[in-house]
């Protein structure tokens, strides 16, 4: 498996919905939009229904810890108007092509949800990218906004600040900045 780091530049964000629009679909976009706002688990995302959202907080149960989570997001209420306007209450959000055997739609699956980030990051030259991606830079953008470690580090079910940090992939910005800095000069 390959390790995945979050989209830390607010352009390429812009960039990635403007190549999932391109390439995909507002499905394709509405995914990546909910996952960098929220901080889910994608397996958690695509088991979402209308209902579960519009009330513009998710609450469920994650399936990894299964430790039950409210997420409040009034901050992308328009976004989600938007999308699910033309859904059912028992829709899921991200509707695959396929039916169950029983003819009842189903929600796309991880793998596609991989191809459909993982190619729209490769048409506009981000490497690095899975459905995790979405997840770090929620956490990665909350961080440098919040400075709030132990309050990310409960929202992810992390057992230390240190592994958050170093999930969100700051560490490794600290590292780079350091040696930068540090060695800047020395050697010329």
């Known amino acids: 498996m390959n390790y995945v780091e979050p989209i830390r530049d607010l352009k390429m964000i812009k960039q990635m919905k403007d190549s999932l629009r391109y390439y995909g679909s507002e499905r394709d976009v509405f995914l990546f939009n909910l996952g960098i706002n929220c901080g889910l688990r994608v397996s958690d995302m695509l088991k979402l229904k209308k209902e579960n959202i519009k009330d513009y907080q998710i609450k469920l149960k994650e399936s990894k810890t299964k430790k039950h ?33 029983s003819g009842n739609q189903k929600s796309i699956d991880r793998v596609q949800a991989y191809r459909i980030l993982n190619r729209a990051a490769r048409n506009i030259g ?6 995790h991606s979405m997840r770090k830079t929620f956490g990665y953008h909350y961080y440098k906004r919040t400075n709030d470690i132990a309050l990310l580090m409960d929202l992810f079910n992390h057992s230390s600040q240190s592994v958050t940090l170093r999930y969100i992939g700051i560490n490794q910005d600290v590292l ?6 540090a060695m800047s000069g020395i050697f010329d």
Do not use: A, M, W
């Open 176 to 181: 780079n900045q350091s040696i930068s800095t």
């Open 126 to 131: 981000l490497e690095d990218i899975g459905t």
């Open 69 to 101: 989570k409210v997420v409040p997001l009034f901050h992308i209420k328009e976004d989600i108007d938007n999308y699910i306007q033309f859904l059912e209450d028992d829709d899921y959000l991200f509707r695959s092509n396929r039916k169950d055997k």
